[in-house]
């Protein structure tokens, strides 16, 4: 008889339990995904891993005298008195600002690394300042190292876009009440073909020229007029527009409307001709970023009144020049951290792409760094009809910055967030701690000069700059 034997299979039914699944995801969103598709419910949650040296990081973050160092930065901030009391030839005001010498949006740059837009911008500066006749005797000028860059921020000014600089064009000239700094920004040329975004036709020269001989002038005079009232509070126009619609970066129209009613008086009081009253207050009123000027150069001087704090790991400087990224630390002075330009995620206007795009440029990241701009969203819900998303995202944005700035500004009050104020004080410690970069919402800039905005959106920095800075933080403690 033989014997068989016969191996026993049990089978095991995956038992599901009756009750719904509702399941947290930690990270990845690859499990969220395949359980999303099952009609599971998902809550993800957006972690990340500590970036940089994870050493330096906890070294930073464990050290009170970082803390104690931040609330003198922040303080600092927070008391400064931004205010417009004249505009002035760039060269009056910056005296290094001479002959071939130009400044620049963002971290250092020489022309052989310029983007388009940038490159553009300089070859219309030169032949607005008459160094050069033609295009090619401007490149020309620029090849053979004639030319001398800076950045503006090495001067206290700031630039939109390209944010070029040349000895003639007019500057508003800001003056903090408080810490006596005289901060600087170029007057807005309005949308369209402009030398911010590389423009250098004829059109482009002439309305230069006019903002050089009438609008400047115009605009310094009203406002030499109205100091003896203590000039033009650019902190107030902004604090109020927050609460009007605006966010003070890409949304300008009530911030616009505040200057053209508090300077139109003095205008029309010391204009020289009627006609050309009417032309200064038509192109203001014309134009809706024109607000946008001022309050970079308020946000500039908000952001050096917290600089140069020892040990404090507090941001004071981001700015672009379409091929870099650098952040400046107000506990590590001077120095640059620089990664590369990152490419905005937006809307397009039609016949136009992200094919088409130049990476992030520009200084008006100066005012997120001082708590406004992309911080203050909440503020602004249409704004996402010209830089993608919902008026929900909006809100998203400013709430996820609370967790890696070091306070609010009370002066600065959110309607949407029950008056609350914008987040302030950007702190790389908590940057790193949480893997999450400050968000910037900017204009897209055609990588070709001349050809201008092509759209407009959302931006992050690279994590490289925080990673560096946190490191060198590190080892001065």
């Known amino acids: ?22 399941v947290l995801n930690i990270g990845a969103d690859l499990f969220a995904d395949a359980l999303q598709a099952q009609d599971v419910a998902v809550t993800r949650v957006a972690w990340r891993p500590p970036a ?9 973050l464990a050290d009170a005298a970082v803390d104690e160092a931040n609330k003198v930065a922040v303080e600092r901030m927070l008391s400064a008195q931004p205010v417009l009391i004249d505009v002035r030839p760039a060269h009056e005001v910056i005296p290094a600002l001479q002959k071939y010498t130009l400044l620049h949006a963002g971290p250092p740059i020489q022309w052989e690394r310029m983007c388009g837009p940038m490159r553009g911008a300089v070859i219309g500066a030169c032949l607005y300042e008459g160094w050069a006749k ?18 503006c921020h090495h001067y206290n000014a700031v630039g939109p876009m390209a944010g070029i ?17 005289h901060t600087y920004a170029t ?27 009438v609008l400047g002038p115009a605009l310094g005079r009203a406002l030499r007029s109205i100091g003896g009232m203590g000039g033009m509070d650019i902190r107030a126009i902004m604090a109020q527009a927050l609460q009007m619609g605006d966010e003070c970066h890409n949304r300008n129209k009530a911030a616009t409307s505040l200057f053209v009613r508090q300077i139109g008086p003095a205008l029309v009081e010391t204009g020289s001709t009627r006609a050309e009253t009417a032309s200064v207050l038509r192109f203001i009123a014309g134009n809706d970023h024109f607000h946008l000027n001022p309050s970079m150069a308020a946000a500039k001087a908000i952001t050096l009144a917290g600089a140069n704090v020892p040990k404090s790991s507090v941001v004071v400087t981001m700015a672009r020049n379409g091929v870099d990224f650098g952040i400046r630390v107000s506990g590590l002075g001077d120095r640059w951290f620089v990664g590369p330009a990152q490419y905005i995620q937006g809307l397009y206007f039609a016949g136009f792409g992200q094919d088409d795009a130049n990476p992030d440029i520009g200084d008006s990241a100066i005012t997120e760094t001082s708590g406004v701009g992309a911080f203050a969203m909440a503020a ?11 008026p929900a995202d909006a809100l998203r944005y400013t709430r996820e910055m ?76």
């Open 134 to 151: 033609d295009e090619d005797e401007a490149v020309s000028l620029a090849t053979a190292g004639v030319l001398t860059f800076a950045p």
């Open 380 to 390: 602004a819900p249409a704004i996402v009809q010209f830089i993608g998303g919902t």
């Open 402 to 477: 609370y967790a890696i700035t070091v306070t609010s500004n009370p002066l600065f009050g959110l309607p949407s967030l029950n008056f609350q104020g914008t987040p302030t004080g950007i702190d790389i410690r908590q940057v790193c701690r949480l893997n999450m970069p400050p968000v910037i919402n900017t204009g897209i800039a055609h990588r070709l000069p001349g050809v201008g905005q092509v759209g407009a959106g959302v931006v992050y920095p690279p994590m490289e700059c925080f990673e560096e800075a946190i490191t060198a933080l590190a080892n001065t403690l």
């Open 52 to 60: 940089g040296d994870q050493l330096a990081l906890r070294h930073a």
């Open 165 to 181: 600089t040349s000895p003639s064009m007019p500057l508003l000239i800001v003056e903090d009440k408080t810490h006596g700094n």
């Open 187 to 213: 007057l807005n040329e309005g949308l369209g073909k402009v030398l911010r975004y590389g423009a250098f036709s004829a059109e482009v020269l002439d309305r230069l020229r006019w903002m050089g001989d």
């Open 1 to 22: 008889m033989s014997d068989t034997s016969h191996t026993s299979h049990t089978s095991h039914t995956l038992q599901v339990p009756r009750t719904p699944l509702s």
